[in-house]
């Protein structure tokens, strides 16, 4: 299994209930759910390889902010996968730059943005946890979602490593 797939297959396994049905409604109906997660994957995967971020950390940060819809909007304006804020200056020039380009492409730039922004807090903060406090409160530190965004990341990393030694095995 590639990282690509396995990185779908876990954004779709958080994505959907036991019995098949997408419990976040922007991924209905399921049959349009898979190439929908399948193309906001390929734009956390991307955002981070190009910013060096680890792509289980960028994945779990998407699903934190946005639940894995890059068309998200939150009820102060933030957009996208990783929910820039349209009051800061990155999110101000995303959002000029997105009007004259299709919505696939500005789903990717204001990923890349998200994503580059997010490394440079990593490096500003010293962890990947205070990052993510930062991401949402503008200053590094720590609390309990920070926490539960850094969690899910490692667990969907065991998933991913328990799944290569089977096929492996």
Known sequence: MTLHQAL???ALNWLTLP????Y???????ARCEAMVEQAVEDVELSALLTGQDPWDMLSLAIGESRLNPRARSKVGAFGLFQ??????QGRLVRRACRGL???ECDRLAALEGA???AESVADCGSVRRAIYRHRTGECGRGPNSDKVADKAIRLRRLYARSQQIVLD
């Open 102 to 104: 299709i919505r696939r």
């Open 8 to 10: 779908v297959l876990a």
């Open 24 to 30: 976040v409604s922007w991924c209905r109906p399921a």
């Open 116 to 118: 580059r922004m997010f």
């Open 84 to 89: 820039l804020n349209p009051r800061v200056t």
């Open 19 to 22: 019995n098949g049905q997408a």
